[in-house]
T-cell receptor, first 114, second 112 residues
Framework: QKEVEQNSGPLSVPEGAIASLNCTYSDRVSQSFFWYRQYSGKSPELIMSIYSNGDKEDGRFTAQLNKASQYVSLLIRDSQPSDSATYLCAVNNPYGGSQGNLIFGKGTKLSVKP | DADVTQTPRNRITKTGKRIMLECSQTKGHDRMYWYRQDPGLGLRLIYYSFDVKDINKGEISDGYSVSRQAQAKFSLSLESAIPNQTALYFC???????????FGQGTRLTVV
């Protein structure tokens, strides 16, 4: 069983601070990594994808990947109350089977305080 | 209009009833998925389909069945609903080249 682990939180940060969300995965063969944002009662929305070691920036979001450590993170700069949501880490599963081809972590709940 | 559309958005049904949740997509993706989400348990895969003739069981397929009527349509059925199937259900799609999934708006199902 392949696993994707996230701290469930809640992670509380003040408005304007940097929020750091972390994710570890169990299978070294995985090549594709994704971050989804999910507001309460809504569907997950893809916000970042990363495929190579290093950093990928998109606006206030930076995804970081370290395949050697099997670790992927999401940094949110200048956090806003509207960033308050649950963030899901997802990792591709090249083996398929009952887990399908994309394995999700259980998510980290982020709360940004005004 | 949403690229991945689920109907109904909310449903309350009684124990023992058969219910169908429908999903249609305009993204042109080959692959479609059904997930359920429960508080604290995250997203769990029920069934997935890589094309019209391909159906695969996910981790929690017991009590559910699916039909892939066309490339764009994938329905989930609860043959005899039970209260512990009360959950938020999501349909998702992806294409064969990329594994990132795109989700529908969700169906909140309550079994009483």
């Amino acid at each position: 069983q392949k696993e994707v682990e996230q701290n469930s939180g809640p992670l509380s940060v003040p408005e304007g601070a940097i929020a750091s969300l972390n994710c570890t995965y169990s299978d070294r063969v995985s090549q594709s990594f994704f971050w989804y944002r999910q507001y309460s009662g809504k569907s997950p929305e893809l916000i970042m994808s990363i495929y190579s070691n290093g950093d990928k920036e998109d606006g206030r979001f930076t995804a970081q990947l370290n395949k050697a450590s099997q670790y992927v993170s999401l940094l949110i700069r200048d956090s806003q109350p509207s960033d308050s949501a649950t963030y899901l880490c997802a990792v591709n599963n090249p083996y398929g089977g009952s887990q399908g081809n994309l394995i999700f972590g259980k998510g980290t709940k982020l709360s940004v305080k005004p | 209009d949403a690229d991945v559309t689920q109907t109904p958005r909310n449903r309350i049904t009684k124990t023992g009833k058969r219910i169908m949740l429908e999903c249609s997509q305009t993204k042109g993706h080959d692959r479609m998925y059904w997930y359920r989400q429960d508080p604290g348990l995250g997203l769990r895969l029920i069934y997935y389909s890589f094309d019209v003739k391909d159906i695969n069981k996910g981790e929690i397929s017991d009590g559910y069945s699916v039909s892939r009527q066309a490339q764009a349509k994938f329905s989930l059925s609860l043959e005899s609903a039970i209260p512990n199937q009360t959950a938020l259900y999501f349909c998702a799609t992806s294409d064969r080249r990329n594994t990132e999934a795109f989700f529908g708006q969700g169906t909140r199902l309550t079994v009483v």
